[in-house]
């Protein structure tokens, strides 16, 4: 293995669900793909989580970007296979899909591809959970009412660094988490951090834009349409849209890098809102997005309880406050929330959350960059990555 280079408005398809168990199926060999942009920092531990998978990929391919630093030449002595992208300008997804035209062709329909950060690390039993799920049939529990998986996704922890800023993103993340293992794995997107497809969905995905099915705005009928803010998203609903299902499973889990200054996080989330509201609205009120426009007006909602809330206690501060018993129950519910959703990170994030203020402010944060995105998508400014 390793060490070569190659250069190189829908609607919601039904799916039949079947109701008798039927035996696992054994899909093929796992391909790994790892979109890097000098990542000559990250990748020496991104390919050690690989291959410390109790499930190894057969093969590891480095998709070198417009590389400045020497990522190719860190892939290639860590034994990957490096392809490099030519007249990209598309970052991630057009990466992608320059490494897939190659590759797709070459595999076998139930061979396994990860997609992967070059800065996640990816824990032992991912592989070998995200093939657990992919290879049992249809009418499992697993498969959430007989919907066959077109994906595995895994959900994510924050990596050290950052102070108090990471943290913040780190009980963020765990509290994500915890909701996922409490749906029992059900997600709302198979992240960019690491997920898992069979070649199979994958060209399913590219015929289906060819053939007009799924939203294209670059009309070049590829797995990723290239000009989205957020690629993971818009796959996660054309896999939907074709009737598939998508699943985190408790076993798939990684970490992943945090934002290390606010100036990056807000341009993160600023991408991620942004980007979730324009897939939505490429694929039109759908059965499938119905909930995600339900969640859109719940975050709208939101965003006006919050500055009803930070107004009255403005206004409170410069009158006179007076405490009521049901608000200080209220609060007090709140508080609890904060702190047994964070219980699993240890008593310092319990007390760190307990107060309210503190990660009140965070919140706040998130708020404002989310009415900035919303703002951005309606008056169609420049989008930016």
Partial sequence: MGGRTINSTAGVLERPNVD?????????????????????????????????????????????????????????????????????????AGGLNQALDVLLPQMQPDDLILVM???????????????????????????????????????????????????????????????????????LVLTGTASVFTVKVLREVAAARRAGELPDRSGAGNVYDVHVLTEDNELSLALMHLGYGILAPRECTLVTEVMTTWGDLARQRSRWKRGALENIVDYGFTRVTASYWGRQVLSAVGLLATALYVASLLWGLFTEIHLHPFWLAASLVFCLERVVTVRQRGWRQMLLA????????????????????????????????
Avoid at 155 to 177: I, K, S, V
């Fill in 117 to 187: 950060d070059a800065d996640s690390l990816l824990d032992p039993t991912f592989l070998e959970g995200a093939r657990r799920a992919l290879e049992v049939r249809p009418g499992s529990r697993a498969h959430r009412r007989g919907i066959i998986l077109g994906g595995v996704g895994g959900t994510f922890l924050g990596a050290e660094g950052g102070g108090l800023l990471g943290t913040f993103q780190r009980n963020e993340y765990a509290r994500y988490a915890r909701d996922v293992r409490r749906l029992h794995g059900k997600a």
């Fill in 20 to 92: 008798v168990p039927r035996p696992a199926r054994r899909l093929g060999r796992i391909t790994a793909l790892l979109p890097a942009h000098n990542e000559e920092a990250n990748l020496p531990d991104a390919l050690a989580s690989l291959r410390g998978q109790t499930e190894p990929p057969v093969d590891i391919v480095v998709i070198a970007d417009n590389c400045t630093d020497d990522t190719e030449q860190v892939a290639t002595e860590l034994g990957a296979t490096v392809f490099r992208t030519r007249g990209n300008v598309h970052k991630k």
């Fill in 354 to 385: 307990a107060p309210l203020v503190i990660e009140m402010a965070y919140d706040l944060f998130l708020q404002l960059v989310q009415a900035q995105a919303f703002m951005n998508a309606l008056l169609r400014r420049e989008r930016k990555w």
